[in-house]
């Protein structure tokens, strides 16, 4: 058993890998209860057992192995890392587990698995079980399918992926096994049970018994859906859930709609194998398909019927097939081979999915035109195809080809394409069916409603009913305004019967989100119209029409249409149903009636009076009663009416003209005025507008109206008016008014194209006026519509077009004014219809109002052949007729035939010039497209991207470019043919791809889940041997995981060979910090808010909402075209540039107020979202355009409109102009500065990107003021602005202009007042990586300037880390970066010394001879360089001379010897010190003293003193003092410390540490400090020392010493008044505090008496009257009865002792200094000090007795009778006394030993018998008490440098009482105490590491009080100090402590060092007999 005993001593984790199956049995036993005990996850107990869990569960033993198994399931279960074990433990379960003939083992083994996955390993577990199927051995596999089975019937098929498990299942069906085959049936169950039907395809194949079995297994599954029972650590809100319910008991009802979600829908598809058909395809098939007859045609057409039954087909090129499938649904004669040909397109749409939607586009329209056919079997063939097909695209692609036969004059095509419609809309939801594409469904539906033939009618009730369903009555309702009730009420009722392809789900979705919670019956909804129509006719409480419609404007100008445009939320009281105000027109007579109601009778009779006074007078009745009138009573159309009564706008005078024109604006101002009213005045207000007189308030009464109406409806009225008639004037002035207007409005809802025709009939005008107000009309249309404007006007004269030119020049780099009118303009509705709604709103966009000619029969045959001909020339003539046809037509519509597929065979093209060409064709195709340009994505064949000619390649980016631009890059994502491309290795190709993919990807929010299939050729890529392509390869990696994260990207690994995997997985966590945030959805919030599913009252505050620059739809920039990068027209731009308009009516001139806007906790807001990831990070190479929308974004709301106009034009001198008004506000704007401060910087960090030399110059002079401004404020930068401006700064460094680097140089220079050096230190190192030689050379420089002002401390992570870092570049190639780099070395090395070449570590000869070359030439002329470098940067003036004094050890050394001394650091230096003054020992004086002193010292042991001859080896000091340019540089204080305290603030301990150190190394720092600071860094420091936690720090002793050492820096160099003052304080509430550790208030008087030692030094420096306040304070909170009573006796002699030093140093004149103490006479204080007076004044003699202890200071003379009565008398009072009769006795023995010949004799004889025996008594007690036990008494607080140095007791030694100092005691121990604390105040180690004991053994007998030196280092030489006897002449010189002061001294020579200590020992001898 003797093993046994062995192995139970090993630690837990060593049993574990114990050879012996007991140990490890033991070990696994222990381990479990470890791990069961272990509470936090995090602990580091963990990590040490990440190698064994293998072990643990593949032990060999098999009763270890169950042991092990229940270990590894508690450390999966618990351990934060165990996810790291996944992959190697599952493998093991696996292989060596699953074979076990235990069952136990098997269950544990598949709980570990199970666990695994609870853990979110899933994956990996997975992955390990599948590989065990395909094990030999049936047991494993059988447990393998157990254990996937039993994962999934528990988690779920969410987790458990079931596409890799159904793949292997028909293989498991055919095993031998039958256990196999049971299990795989069982596991084919459970997967039934969770995809249902999805599992018969895969199944098909199996034997037919078993599937027959299966089939009856299936029945028996229950229909209630299945749910997951057990939960990933990351669900535990859905195990909450789950066990609420189950508590419940609501098993199947409770989860709801929930449940429904939580298990996926599996697609059958997906589970699929592909097939490939086109090789399986008949070799005669096109041939054969061209036949004449119809037998051979049939026959091809059933071979391609046979191979698309394939249920899931392999994608490839299937043009050539559908094309002519395509003909033989269109042109065949034979009805069958149509039917057969459509069910052959409808195989292939079904099986290819997706990969068809690019044939779909030239399918459809000959599908819909085939509809003519009759055969019901030909329309239901057909009717398959399309609805196949359209599965396979999206319905906007195919909207154009729906809506042109939606015209066609045969019934039956119109009826089947409206239930094709109707069909479509059930696969639709609100967002894939917006209102941009509702609209023209809606508008051709409804012309179909009044069709003559019923079916026709019927199916368009059915679609438009389908619509109302689908998108809700809020979106469709607008386009329903001029139904009548009849036939709304149809269309309700088919909407009723609608089932919607995803169950019933959506039409509720659709319902819920119409704004009011809507009951869902419909009709209830048609009353609410009534109701609406009610009010509107009688006046009710509308005001204008809060309109429905809530997607972009109309696209058509018909009124129908237009009034849908109303803003929604004016303050209509009806909710959101409310329609436009609209009246039925009303007959005179009634509005005479209405009239009359409201108007004096005397106003309605004068009307018409010939008297034109009494005109004027009723018109001024007429305005009073206007004003006065209530909206809700005003019945506006009949008091228009009335003003339009004879004479009505013929009236001849101008006064009453203009009264009633006024009117006419008030009322519309002022009532409910509807169309109806506006279309009674406007023909005479358009008939006055010319007019001098009158024209004004006609334009007034017109914008009123448009007010009330909306701009859109009344401008195109008035327009029409206007040129119906003749007169000029009227003509230009509408214009004039209209471009007013839309400067006003806003452009949103107006209908271009009505404008247009008009504005073309203007500028044919013979009249210049009208000419020229057409042309400023159009300037301002410019300003919101932008270039593509002109391209309607091309064809006019040339004469015209220029000024047409000029004009928009003239509005060139303007924005549209923000909108001041017509609040209601902007519908504030339509989020509802979610992301895809805005993405499909192109609608805004004027590039879709263009008229577009149809190009399709101009793309001839004859042309596509000219296209692929076989000589180059015939080729080039084609391309160039399709050119010219672009070009003539501008705008085409998406039909273009044949044209795609002959382009995209154009691309490969031998003749490079025709590929190009092809590729300018592309580009302007997009541009003429449009958007439609979408359904041919797929045709535009990307290859040429990897062309080998630049110039090709150059010009297919900006052809997909383009094209991106029109489409959005969902089109490009989708589907396998990116990844495909990205497959293909030809390196152009792949370096641009990912370059285009780089630049794109981060502007989307979202990208369809086929980007996944790109990430493993990128990974492939990121291994490419082409060094750009790995580039560009690294540079997308962020951008894929910013769409797709971290863990798919990880998962997509693991199919890499392991050496690449780690390769990748590195570059992913690399990327993963670099990751950018998905950008922000374009300011929804406000929209959200506004929305139509806000309540009507809050509409109402939403609308003005919008005023206040909240952006809604309309002012958001087109997403669609945000994706596609480029500004894909002005229009967006001009939108974008809306957004940012804050509403300010004067925007334009207003130039006064702030430029900075203070926003209240903007900045902390921006952090938080740049934090959260909701905004991308400001971190890139180059500046993208996402990056500069977003700062444009954020500073919108805290930057003046007009600056930011200006910092964000395109043109630099604008830059320049907005840097000088920030100069300019510099000063007296300073907090509005500070709180934009973030977003200026980042503003500064894009001029960096500029190429023009003044921006630049501009910025950095804008800079330098920044910071000098920031660092008066004492403002801190944060992380944030540090991390996102330095690094761009920095950058500037290297800059080959000298004035711009000096620049540069001198901010950085001023950036280390408002940001760490420290921090500085970290991002200028980054600058040294840059390609860049000169921003190299320029960053060492940097560094040795940094090094040289703020010390060691500045170098981060370590100085060690920092060097080696700097010393990588002295091998460097370019010869500046190699200079600078030795400079900054020998710049350290003259601050930091030798133990440079420690820090650097090995360098390579060369650099090393190079480097100590140059510290040798630096040496030899000391102040030279760095006088140079002061010049340089006078911001850092040094005193160079003390640098050189202090650091170097006299210029004549010849410093490389002693650098190769240091390097091999075994031979030890040639020279020893002489001993400096203080460290001598004063033999004279004490051989002076020798005859008055009658102490004995103990006898001195003798030494060998042999080891002093020894050379020395001068130790390093640790820690270096902060270099004296410190003061220099920080010579305001302030800035000093909040330099020092952003290093305090630093998480790690020794940086504090340090830091402090620094602040008080510093004199002029040090005292600043204030007694409260001082006590609360005392009461700090003292804790931190006494706090067991920094015991288990790695370097414990470390920190400590560092405490230490700050302890005695605070306590010398502190303000002396302050720190006693401080000491005491603390002193005082450490005692009072109950909770307070004695050991506290014990480290508080060590610090006191570390004081009392310095008092001879300070006292004069000292406030004697306060700091005799606080112990008079102290000393009333504890009496000395109080004191007496405390545990220790410590605090009573502490006091007494400091008191008494006191006295010492002051005599009486100590008692001058009561002043602060308010009533002296009740003092103890001043008794004391009488006392304490007297005794000093008695007491001569040696400088050495300083033992003022216990108040009796003893004389070494005789001290005369009297005195020696006083003394005497003194202590038997104290006998006498109760309390302190003991320590009487004790200074009585104590005085009898000192003075044996003192006689007591007479103060006895007066006393008692019982007294003197008592005192006799007491006497013996102590002596036998002392002599017995020979005890250690210690020297205590007084004697100078004393740490507590034991006193052996020996027949010589005359035993001290305790309390008392025995002045002869100062010994070399004193010397030895005090080399201690120099040395560690040099920051060396006196302690060996090993032995130290714990801070707390500092007092090891509590009743023998010990001084600290407060320097708790030197803890283990004690404990050596007190084993040994001899400890006095214990030098221990050999233990490196002869000190080197640092001042450059020059050593004696070993010889003189002998003769010297042969002194000594002679005179040393001498003292010793001379006292015996």
Excluded at 1007 to 1021: G, I, N
Excluded at 1105 to 1132: H, I, V, W
Excluded at 1270 to 1291: D, K, M
Aim: with cysteine; net charge neutral.
């Amino acid at each position: 058993m003797g093993d046994d005993s062995e192995w139970m001593k090993l630690p837990i984790d060593q049993k574990c890998e114990h050879k012996l199956w007991k140990a490890r049995l033991n070990g696994y036993e222990e381990a479990l209860k470890l791990f069961q005990k272990i509470d936090d996850e995090k602990s580091p107990e963990w990590s040490k057992y990440l190698g064994l869990i293998k072990k643990f569960v593949t032990d060999s033993n098999a009763v270890a192995q169950l042991k092990g198994l229940e270990a590894a399931l508690a450390y999966v279960e618990n351990a934060h890392v165990a996810g790291k074990t996944t992959g190697e433990v599952a493998s093991g379960v696996v292989n060596k587990v699953f074979n076990q003939p235990k069952a136990r083992a098997k269950e544990l083994g598949l709980d570990i698995c199970l666990m695994y996955i609870e853990i979110e390993k899933g994956e990996a577990v997975q992955e390990e079980l599948l590989k065990g199927l395909e094990n030999k051995n049936p047991k494993i596999i059988v447990a393998c399918i157990e254990t996937l089975r039993k994962a999934l019937s528990e988690f779920g098929s969410k987790i458990i992926s079931l596409k890799p498990i159904i793949k292997v299942l028909p293989k498991l069906f055919e095993s031998r096994e039958k256990a196999v085959r049971d299990e795989a049936k069982l596991l084919a169950v459970e997967i039934y049970r969770w995809i249902r039907d999805a599992l018969r395809p895969p199944l098909q194949n199996i034997n037919s018994v078993q599937l027959k079995e299966l089939e009856e297994e299936w029945v028996k599954v229950s229909s209630a859906a299945p749910k997951q029972t057990r939960f990933l650590r990351s669900q535990q809100e859905l195990k909450a859930k789950f066990e609420q319910q189950q508590a419940v008991g609501g098993d199947a009802d409770g989860g709801g709609d929930d449940e429904e979600d939580a298990v996926p829908q599996v697609d059958a598809y997906e589970l699929l194998e592909a097939v490939e058909i086109l090789s399986k395809l008949p070799k005669d098939f096109y041939e054969k398909i061209e036949a004449k007859k119809w037998q051979e045609r049939k026959e091809a057409l059933e071979a391609v019927e046979l191979l698309v039954k394939n249920p899931k087909l392999e994608s490839g090129d299937y043009a050539d097939l559908v094309k002519v499938l395509k003909k033989v649904v269109g042109k065949d004669t034979n009805v069958m081979l149509v039917a057969l040909a459509a069910k052959c397109l409808a195989g292939l749409a079904t099986g290819l999915r997706k990969k068809f939607g690019q044939y779909a586009g030239h399918v459809v329209p000959t599908i819909l035109e085939k509809f003519k056919e009759k055969k019901p079997q030909v329309v239901q063939a057909l009717q398959e195809a399309i609805d196949a097909i359209f599965l396979t695209t999206t319905l906007q692609n195919i909207s154009e080809d729906i809506l042109a036969v939606m015209d066609n004059k045969n019934p039956t095509i119109k009826q089947q394409t409206s239930l094709f419609i109707a069909r479509s809309f059930r696969h639709c939801t609100p967002s894939t069916l917006p209102k941009s594409l509702l609209k023209p469904f809606c508008a051709a539906l409804l012309k179909h409603i009044n069709d003559s033939a019923p079916e026709v009618r019927d199916a368009a009730f059915e679609a438009l009913g389908t619509a109302l369903k689908v998108a809700g009555e809020k979106a469709v309702n607008p386009f329903l305004a001029d139904v009548d009730k009849l036939k709304l009420d149809r269309i309700k009722e088919c909407a009723e019967k609608v089932e919607l392809a995803c169950g019933k789900k959506t039409g509720g979705a659709a319902e819920k989100k119409e704004g009011k919670p809507v009951t869902g019956k419909t009709p209830a909804l048609s009353g609410n119209d009534k109701e609406t129509k009610d009010a509107a006719t009688k006046p009710g409480p509308l005001k204008k029409a809060p309109a429905v419609k809530s997607g972009g404007p109309p696209k058509k100008g018909k009124p129908a249409a237009a009034a849908g445009m109303g803003g929604a939320g004016a303050k209509g009281k009806k909710g959101p149903e409310t329609k436009e105000i609209f009246e039925s027109e009303l007959s005179i007579e009634v509005c005479e009636e209405k009239a009359a109601a409201v108007l004096p009778a005397s106003c309605i009779q004068q009307l018409d009076s010939g008297n034109w006074k009494e005109r004027l007078a009723c018109m001024e009745e007429f305005q009073k009663a206007v004003e006065l009138m209530e909206r809700s009573e005003m019945p506006c159309q009949a008091l228009v009416r009335m003003l339009a009564k004879k004479p009505g706008w013929k009236e001849t005078n101008f006064q009453v003209m203009q009264m009633k024109l006024h009117i006419v604006a008030l009322i519309a101002q002022k009532g409910n005025f509807s169309k109806t009213s506006a279309q009674v005045v406007l023909d005479g207000l358009v008939d006055k507008v010319g007019d001098v007189k009158c024209g004004s308030n006609a334009k007034e009464a017109m914008t009123a109206i448009a007010e009330a109406c909306q701009l859109p409806w009344t401008a195109e009225q008035v327009v029409a008016i206007a040129f119906s008639q003749k007169n000029p004037k009227n003509q230009s002035e509408t214009l004039n008014w209209l471009s007013n207007a839309i400067k006003e409005f806003g452009f949103s809802g107006l209908n271009v194209k009505a404008f247009i025709s008009n504005v073309k009939t203007a500028l044919a005008a013979t009249n210049p006026a009208v000419r020229t107000s057409a042309i400023t009309l159009l300037g301002v249309m410019y300003l919101y519509v932008g270039p593509p404007l002109r391209m309607f006007f091309e064809d006019e004269k040339t004469a015209l077009l220029s000024q047409i030119d000029a004009e928009f020049e003239k509005m060139q780099g303007q924005t549209a004014p923000a909108p001041t009118r017509g609040i209601s303009r902007h519908n504030t509705g339509g989020v509802d219809d979610g992301e895809e709604e805005e993405q499909e709103d192109v609608g805004n966009d004027v590039v879709d109002l263009l008229p577009r000619s149809d190009i399709g029969d101009k793309i001839t045959a004859e042309l596509v052949s000219k296209i692929g001909d076989k000589n180059w020339k015939i080729r080039k003539e084609g391309l160039d007729e399709v050119t010219s046809i672009i070009n003539d037509a501008k705008f085409i519509q998406p039909n273009i035939g044949e044209l795609p597929a002959a382009l995209k065979s154009r691309l490969n093209d031998s003749n490079k010039i025709l590929v190009q060409q092809t590729l300018s064709i592309l580009q302007q195709l997009a541009t003429a497209m449009g958007p439609n340009i979408k359904q041919h994505v797929k045709n535009l064949d990307i290859t040429v991207l990897g062309d080998s000619k630049n110039n090709v390649r150059a010009a297919a980016l900006a052809t997909v470019n383009a094209w991106a631009e029109q489409t959005g890059m969902k089109d490009w994502l989708e589907g396998e043919d990116l990844s495909e491309e990205l497959k293909k290795e030809n390196p152009f190709l792949r370096q641009e791809l990912l370059g285009w993919l780089a630049e794109k990807l981060p502007t989307l929010r979202s990208v369809p889940s086929d980007l996944l299939l790109c990430v493993p050729h990128l990974y492939s890529c990121l291994e490419d041997r082409n060094g750009d392509v790995r580039k560009k390869a690294q540079d997308a990696l962020p951008f894929f995981m910013m769409h797709l994260g971290f863990e798919k990207m990880a998962k997509a690994t693991g199919k890499l060979k392991p050496t690449s995997k780690d390769q990748v997985l590195a570059m992913l966590e690399k990327a993963k910090a670099n990751m950018p945030a998905k950008p922000a959805p374009p300011a929804k919030a406000c929209s959200r808010a506004a929305g139509g599913a806000a309540p009507a009252k809050f509409q109402a505050s939403s609308a003005l909402a919008e005023d206040s620059g909240s952006n809604t739809m309309e002012s958001k920039p087109d997403p669609k075209k945000a994706k596609a990068g480029g500004t894909s027209s002005k229009a967006k731009g001009v939108q974008g540039k809306k957004v940012l308009s804050k509403p300010n009516l004067k925007e334009d001139d207003d130039k006064s107020g702030p430029i900075f806007i203070i926003v209240p906790n903007g900045k902390e807001q921006r952090m938080k979202d740049e934090k959260g990831l909701k905004i991308l990070k400001w971190n890139f190479t180059t500046p993208r355009d996402e990056y500069i929308e977003q700062l444009k974004t954020q500073m919108s709301s805290c930057v003046a409109k007009w600056l930011q106009d200006e910092m964000f034009h395109a043109d630099f001198q604008h830059h320049n102009k907005a840097l000088a008004v920030m100069i300019e506000h510099l000063e007296s704007e300073k907090d509005g500065v500070i709180s934009c401060l973030d977003l200026i910087l980042k503003w500064l960090t894009l001029r960096f990107f500029d190429t023009n030399t003044s921006v630049l110059m501009k910025t950095l002079e804008y800079l330098k003021l920044l910071f000098s401004l920031l660092s008066q404020e004492e403002y801190h930068l944060t992380e944030n602005e540090a991390s996102s401006f330095i690094p761009y700064l920095v950058l500037k460094v290297g800059e080959p202009k000298d004035v711009i680097r000096k620049d540069v140089r001198a901010i950085l220079n001023r950036m280390c007042f408002i940001y760490p050096a420290s921090k500085m230190f970290t991002f200028i190192m980054e600058g040294t990586k840059s390609k860049n030689s000169k921003q190299r050379a320029e960053c060492l420089e940097e560094l040795g300037c940094l090094v040289e002002s703020y010390g060691m401390n500045v170098c981060q992570p370590t100085p060690g880390k920092a060097l080696k870092e700097m010393a990588t570049h002295i091998g460097d190639r370019d010869n500046t970066v190699r200079n600078a780099a030795l400079n900054t070395i020998v710049t350290v090395y003259n601050v930091h010394g030798d133990q440079v070449f420690k820090l650097i570590g090995n360098l390579s000869e060369k650099d090393m001879s190079m480097l100590e070359e140059r510290i040798k030439r630096s040496a030899k002329r000391p102040s030279a360089a760095p006088v140079r470098q002061a010049e340089e940067k006078p911001q850092r003036t040094q005193n160079i001379n003390t640098n050189a004094s202090m650091v170097r050890k006299g210029p004549a050394e010849d410093v490389s010897s002693k650098l190769n001394q240091n390097r091999n650091m075994g031979s030890h230096s040639e020279t020893t010190h002489t001993v400096p003054r203080e460290f001598q020992l004063d033999l004279d004086e004490i051989e002076n003293d020798n005859g008055s002193v009658r102490c004995e010292m103990p006898a001195l042991v003798q030494h060998k003193l042999d080891d002093i001859f020894e050379p020395v080896l001068i130790p390093e000091p640790k820690i270096r003092a902060v270099s004296p340019h410190f003061d220099d540089m920080h010579s305001n204080t302030a800035s000093t410390i909040n330099f020092v305290i952003s290093q305090v603030a630093s998480g790690d301990i020794n940086t504090s540490i340090q830091a402090l150190a620094q602040l008080f190394q510093i004199e002029s720092l040090a005292r600043e400090a204030s007694t409260g600071v001082l006590k609360d860094l005392m009461h700090g420091l003292i804790t931190l020392m006494l706090d067991s936690r920094i015991e288990d720090l790695e370097d414990s002793e470390q920190v400590i010493r560092s405490v230490n050492l700050l302890v005695v820096k605070v306590l010398e160099k502190s303000d002396q008044t302050n720190i006693l003052s401080a000491l005491l304080v603390l002193l005082q509430d450490s005692l009072l505090a109950t909770a307070s550790s004695p050991k506290f208030s014990e480290l508080v008087m060590k610090c006191l008496w570390r004081m009392v030692r310095l008092l001879p030094e300070t006292i004069n420096s000292i406030n004697l009257d306060r700091i005799l306040l606080d112990i008079h304070i102290f000393m009333k909170v504890f009496p000395k009865e109080k004191l007496k009573q405390c545990k220790s006796e410590f605090p009573i002699r502490t006091l007494k002792t400091l008191l008494h030093t006191l006295c010492k140093l002051k005599g009486p004149k100590i008692l001058d200094h009561l002043t602060m103490i308010d009533n002296k006479n009740e003092s103890e204080l001043e008794a004391h000090l009488c006392r304490a007076v007297k005794h000093s004044m008695d007491q001569t003699g040696s400088k050495a007795d300083k033992d003022t202890e216990k108040g009796a200071s003893r004389t070494e003379e005789k001290a005369s009778k009297a005195k020696v009565n006083d003394i005497l008398a003194e202590i038997f009072k104290k006998i006498g006394s109760k309390e302190n009769t003991k320590e009487g006795l004790a200074e009585l023995y104590e005085y009898k030993k000192k003075y044996s010949d003192a006689d007591i004799e007479p103060f006895l004889k007066n006393s008692s018998q019982f007294f003197q025996s008592y005192v006799e008594r007491g006497l013996r007690l102590i002596e036998t008490e002392r002599e017995g036990k020979g005890r250690i008494a210690t020297s205590t607080g007084v004697s100078s440098q004393m740490e507590g140095t034991c006193v052996p007791a020996s027949a010589h030694t005359v035993s001290s009482s305790v309390g008392n100092t025995n002045g002869e005691e100062v010994g070399p121990s004193v010397y030895l105490e005090r080399l201690k604390i120099l040395r560690q105040r040099c920051g060396l180690d006196n302690a060996k590491q090993e032995d130290r004991p714990p801070l707390t053994s500092l007092l090891s007998k509590p009743t023998v009080p010990t001084v600290a030196s407060s320097t708790d280092m030197l803890h283990s030489k004690l404990s050596q100090l007190r084993e040994s006897r001899e400890q006095y002449q214990h030098l221990d010189l050999d233990s490196n402590q002869t000190h080197s002061s640092g001042i450059g001294t020059t050593l004696a020579s070993p010889s003189s060092a002998a003769a010297n200590i042969d002194d000594l020992k002679k005179r040393l001898e001498r003292i010793k007999s001379s006292r015996k």
